[in-house]
């Protein structure tokens, strides 16, 4: 049963502090994936993984952000150091099985810089 | 890359089927057509995926002319609890960050 658990699910904190959010996948998924969503830009695509490795960081706003996922049921995304505008919700989302290519999302971890 | 557009909004009533329709003028061969669905403080959810023709499943229908151009996404009899926004994409199924794009979605309120 594919699942995904993020935290924190909420997180506030101070322009420039390092925020790392959490991801970990159920059962272990060779595909993961990140969002994030804000209201002006809506969801969008930062990083993919597919058998742990990054495939796709181009949507990666900026070298303050990474990600890393070091085994098949657990990924991080780091912000080092944070700003304001990186307030948003960030999704975690796994390919859910099949032959449908269906996302399965996990509840997200709001972030507010302030 | 394929690119999308739909409706910013929609408003409907309780009882009625709600059609969405998505254009993807630009949609390849191997590409297929998926639908999201997302709450307020939520993920977005899978509703339904096809290639062309018709596909149907519990929850709604998706209609895919010849062209495949565009699809429309028909909810039946919606209720309030179908407010939400609607996502449409078009890609690989299985894989690759073409399908993988959302855009704005469609926001959908149903009233009493």
């Known amino acids: 049963d594919a699942g995904v658990i993020q935290s924190p699910r909420h997180e506030v904190t101070e322009m420039g502090q390092e925020v790392t959010l959490r991801c970990k996948p159920i059962?272990?998924?060779?595909?993961l994936f990140w969002y994030r969503q804000t209201m002006m830009r809506g969801l969008e695509l930062l990083i993919y993984?597919?058998?742990?490795?990054?495939?796709?960081d181009s949507g990666m706003p900026e070298d303050r952000f990474s990600a890393k996922m070091p085994n098949a049921s657990f990924s991080t995304l780091k912000i080092q150091p944070s700003e304001p505008r990186d307030s948003a919700v960030y999704f975690c989302?796994?390919?859910?099985?099949?032959?449908?290519?269906?996302?399965?999302f996990g509840e997200g971890s709001r972030l507010t810089v302030l | 890359l394929a690119k999308t557009t739909q409706p910013i909004s929609m408003d409907s009533y309780e009882g009625q089927e709600v059609n969405i329709t998505c254009s993807h003028n630009?949609?390849?061969?191997?590409?297929?057509i998926t639908w999201y669905q997302q709450f307020p403080s939520q993920g977005p959810r899978f509703i339904i995926q096809?290639?062309?023709t018709k596909v149907t499943n519990e929850v709604a229908s998706l209609f895919i002319p010849a062209d495949r151009k565009s699809s429309t996404l028909s909810l039946p009899r919606v209720s309030l609890s179908d407010t939400a926004v609607y996502y449409c994409?078009?890609?690989?199924?299985?894989?690759?960050?073409?399908?993988?794009?959302f855009g704005k979605g469609t926001h959908l309120i149903i009233q009493p």
């Open positions: 989302a796994i390919l859910a099985g099949g032959n449908t290519g269906e996302l399965f």
């Open positions: 059962s272990g998924h060779n595909s």
């Open positions: 993984f597919n058998n742990n490795v990054p495939i796709d």
């Open positions: 630009n949609i390849a061969t191997n590409d297929y």
């Open positions: 096809g290639y062309k």
């Open positions: 994409l078009v890609g690989l199924s299985g894989g690759g960050a073409d399908g993988l794009t």
